[in-house]
């Protein structure tokens, strides 16, 4: 958070723009609720249109000459009936854009700042009606048409990576908020001897803009990778990896909970390690020794934890990537609903939000080239015999969830038929057929007991989830089959 110092130099900054800014707004006592919500929504999008990466609310500033006079607005003591007028802002705007609230003195004058983020997906609206600027007047969005389709075409272009984590810093505290050490040492670079090809590294990554006079803003894409601490980021604090274990099949006793406070890029390695300390294990005897074997595929967790923070809608606020641990499953959530359809996971190369995140998770080798994590997702899961993953969408979030250790007779007709499309699925994308022998195996079930198979086969036809490879042949114990989308 910024310090008074900090804020002081920027007021000085605003107070030196055009009275035309239509992103910023200066006001000495008006305190109208109503009116700051209608302004929140038409400076959000106003920002949004000029491709700003803030806008501003500015109380205690003249606004025909710009002179600090003070103010004797109190936000955090305002409030509209019971509730607290930040609750009532937010609760009346939808999308619910982030804003905060900045209180600090200026030459022994109160100022209040409010900071807001611009809208990046739809227009920002209060209490069901869209406002923008048009110089120095709200007017309703609807009434500029020609602005509404400009908005929206902003839209197609945003990209959460190329966003602002925190503008307008000095090059000491570039250098406090990211580990710079890590980038180098995770990139297998030699760490410069100075501060200067420091720097100059970080904005070839388009980690940090270098502004103007030692002045630099660090971008979305550099503070999620090598935060410090991402709590000093107060956009992406809600956006690190939680661990939750439960005592149990559901979330009545937590044991434990843990979010990681370092960069995706820092913290993965040490987030899936801790992950996988925490799974159950079971004891294999062999002839000379016993040893402690994971339940679950190390590469599986590995690889859906990734997909989980890759993948997120950041738009999203207040919820981040999360692991809940049960004692018979394990459940991966991330924010956002997938671009393609979660039965075609397997084999259609993942379209991700964020693809400059993605690009440099791969590049650095923390997940797997595009389109074959999921691969590898099956495929371990079939080798530890374990039922098949679910993947689930909620109006929300993403979740992929592994299942512990069941016998086929314990598992449900879902679970069966899941298995069944997940193991054609992935036969087809390694160039081969499931057949009844090929499921057997993948359950265990003995050859003396094909029909077994057979019944889970017809099961997944009947769900129009496979299909037969030759629809001609009468031959069921030789059959082939492929997934419906073949």
């Excluded at 400076?43 to 003249?62: M, P």
């Excluded at 990554?205 to 935060?227: H, M, P, Q, T, V």
């Amino acid at each position: 958070m910024p310090d008074d110092t900090q804020l002081q130099k920027f007021l000085e900054y605003l107070i030196s723009l055009s009275a035309e800014t239509e992103w910023i707004e200066f006001k000495q006592n008006n305190d109208d609720p109503q009116k700051i919500g209608e302004y929140i929504s038409a400076l959000s999008n106003s920002a949004a249109l000029h491709r700003q990466e803030r806008a501003f609310i500015v109380w205690g500033v003249e606004d025909s000459t710009h002179n600090v006079v003070g103010t004797t607005f109190t936000p955090r003591q305002q409030k509209m009936g019971n509730e607290e007028l930040e609750n009532w802002l937010i609760r009346l705007l939808d999308p619910r854009v982030h804003f905060l609230i900045r209180e600090f003195e200026y030459n022994s004058l109160p100022v209040v700042l409010f900071e807001i983020r611009p809208a990046d997906h739809m227009p920002v609206r209060f209490s069901g009606t869209e406002y923008i600027r048009i110089g120095s007047y709200k007017k309703p969005l609807k009434e500029h048409p020609e602005k509404e389709r400009e908005l929206w075409a902003v839209f197609s272009e945003t990209v959460f990576e190329k966003g602002i984590a925190a503008y307008n810093i000095s090059s000491d505290d570039v250098l406090t908020l990211l580990d710079y050490s890590a980038y180098f040492n995770i990139t297998g670079q030699r760490l410069p001897d100075n501060r200067q090809g420091i720097l100059s590294r970080l904005i070839q990554e388009k980690f940090i803009i270098s502004k103007s006079s030692d002045r630099y803003d660090i971008s979305n894409l550099g503070a999620i990778l090598f935060a410090s601490d991402m709590n000093c980021f107060e956009t992406l604090a809600r956006k690190a990896l939680r661990v939750i274990i439960y005592q149990g099949e559901n979330r009545i006793q937590t044991i434990r909970e843990q979010a990681s406070v370092k960069g995706y890029a820092m913290d993965f390695e040490a987030a899936v390690s801790y992950i996988n300390d925490r799974l159950p294990q079971n004891e294999q005897i062999g002839q000379t020794f016993r040893k402690e074997v994971r339940m679950y595929p190390e590469v599986a967790v590995r690889e859906l934890v990734a997909n989980a923070i890759i993948h997120q809608d950041f738009r999203i606020t207040g919820t981040g990537p999360m692991v809940e641990i049960f004692s018979d499953r394990i459940e991966i959530t991330n924010p956002g609903v997938p671009l393609i359809d979660t039965l075609r996971f397997i084999d259609e190369p993942p379209q991700s939000r964020n693809e400059i995140l993605a690009s440099f998770m791969r590049r650095i080798n923390l997940c797997e080239e595009r389109g074959s994590g999921i691969d590898k997702v099956i495929f371990n899961v079939e080798l530890f015999q374990l039922p098949a993953p679910d993947f689930r969408v909620t109006t929300n979030h993403t979740v992929a969830v592994l299942f512990g250790p069941r016998t086929l007779s314990e598992m449900g007709k879902a679970d069966r038929v899941r298995a069944c499309y997940q193991h054609a699925c992935l036969l087809h994308v390694s160039n081969k057929f499931m057949t009844n022998a090929s499921l057997r195996k993948r359950f265990s079930i003995d050859d003396k007991n094909y029909s077994m198979a057979s019944r889970i086969i017809s099961d997944t036809l009947q769900e129009g989830l496979i299909r037969p490879y030759d629809p001609k042949s009468r031959s069921k114990k030789h059959a082939k089959y492929v997934p419906f989308w073949v």
